[in-house]
């Protein structure tokens, strides 16, 4: 039988940190309420990086949101600037490239940058923007490094703005309820994970250029399963092992990983095993209590269509715009002056987890996290 959540799970999902616009439903009082204290104003929102994530969702879902708006944007593409100021209806001097970017300081109407770069990027545009005195949202993965996360964070500290990740999925209902069911232990703790995220790649791209991505499909998709497998063990890694599998298309993948397998171990004894390719399809998560058990079994990660099977029977909770909830939820945090729930040091912790299987996979030891 198909189940859709009770009004109490519905509440509870609405009172989690943060409100997510529903589909149907307008805007809730709690945003009512910060719209009020900032005179009725949405926070200007500038996207630096027009590819395909900031034209197909991130862009879209600006027109959606309840506290910010989109106010400009930030490209090294005279013709998408063009293109996007007559679609959004952008003001000329709201329109940055990358030399002129600095003065975005100078402009009132931006009160936000959000970096959807390549990684590699992330920590010059995130550090300029902080210093511009602009809050930051940075697309996942946060950076290529450790070092670059730490310098990303301490640049955001030391101009007092806020800096946030890209983690949509953390305002999702589906995976709400999987941190919900790790929190309050309805089937008990979670101790068996698995994952498995790909895609077919067929054609060369910067997520396989080592220098901006920072790696292959670790970087790109695994990063999903380690923030999965932390939500559902609601701690961090204490170690991983990694291997790295042949590659079918070495000419393809000459400076990444097609490929690879690894294991993470928890503190309390809970492991997850996980795959993630860039050369098989697949989109699935799995958490196993000694209660019962909750699956992600179609797009586990993805923008929308999420299949979710438990051992008491399957959730089906009405859609939202993750990416539209995420950023509602983080103007919200600037005008109330409260913490994100995806900080920089968040998307730290999973750049230091994915550093750690790297180094398994090259060494083929266990490698502390």
């Known amino acids: 039988m198909h189940r859709t959540p009770s009004r109490r799970e519905f509440l509870r999902f ?29 926070l200007g929102v500038a996207l630096l990086g027009l590819g395909k994530y900031s034209t197909g969702e991130l862009g879209p879902a600006l027109r959606q949101t309840a506290l910010c708006q989109l106010a400009g944007v930030v490209t090294g593409h ?39 770069t390549p990684p590699a990027l992330h ?15 940075s697309e996942k993965p946060m950076a290529t490094s450790v070092a670059d996360c730490d310098a990303m964070i301490a640049a955001c500290r030391d101009a007092k703005v806020k800096l946030s990740i890209g983690y949509r999925l953390h305002f999702d209902p589906y995976h709400k309820e999987l941190m919900r069911l790790q929190r309050e232990k309805d089937f008990g703790v979670f101790t068996k994970m698995t994952g498995d995220r790909g895609f077919t790649m067929q054609n060369r791209v910067w997520r396989i250029d080592k220098k901006l991505a920072g790696g292959g499909p670790m970087m790109d998709l695994g990063i999903y399963i380690v923030h999965g497998a932390c939500m559902a ?70 923008y929308g269509g999420i299949t979710c099977m438990t051992s008491r029977g399957p959730l089906n909770y009405t859609p939202i715009n993750q990416q539209a909830a995420q950023m509602d939820d983080f103007a919200d945090c600037i005008l109330n002056g409260r913490d994100t729930l995806v900080p920089g040091e968040l998307g730290r912790r999973d750049i230091r987890i994915i550093s750690a299987v790297y180094e398994a996979a090259r060494t083929g ?3 502390l996290v």
Not at 17 to 42: D, Q, T
Not at 87 to 112: C, M, R, T, V, W
Not at 265 to 270: L, S, Y
């Open 14 to 42: 609405l009172s989690l940190g943060s409100v997510a616009l529903m589909s149907g439903i307008g805007l809730p009082s709690i945003y009512a309420e910060s719209l009020k204290k900032n005179a009725g104003r949405k």
């Open 233 to 302: 063990a609601g701690a961090t890694p204490v170690a991983v092992t990694a291997h790295e599998e042949p590659k079918a298309r070495p000419e393809l993948f000459n400076e990444v990983e097609e490929t690879i397998d690894w294991t993470m171990e928890f503190p309390n004894g809970a492991v997850c095993e996980a795959v993630t390719s860039f050369n098989h399809n697949a989109d699935r998560f799995r958490a196993e209590g000694p209660r019962g058990w909750f699956e992600l079994q179609q797009h586990a990660f993805g």
């Open 365 to 367: 030891k266990r490698v």
């Open 78 to 116: 005279p013709e998408k600037a063009a293109q996007w100021a007559q679609e959004y209806g952008l003001s000329k001097k709201n329109i940055y490239n990358y030399e002129n970017f600095d003065h975005i300081a100078n402009n009132p109407d931006i009160d936000i940058v959000y970096v959807v």
């Open 123 to 137: 920590p010059e545009f995130v550090i300029r923007a902080a210093k511009a005195g602009k809050h930051v949202i």
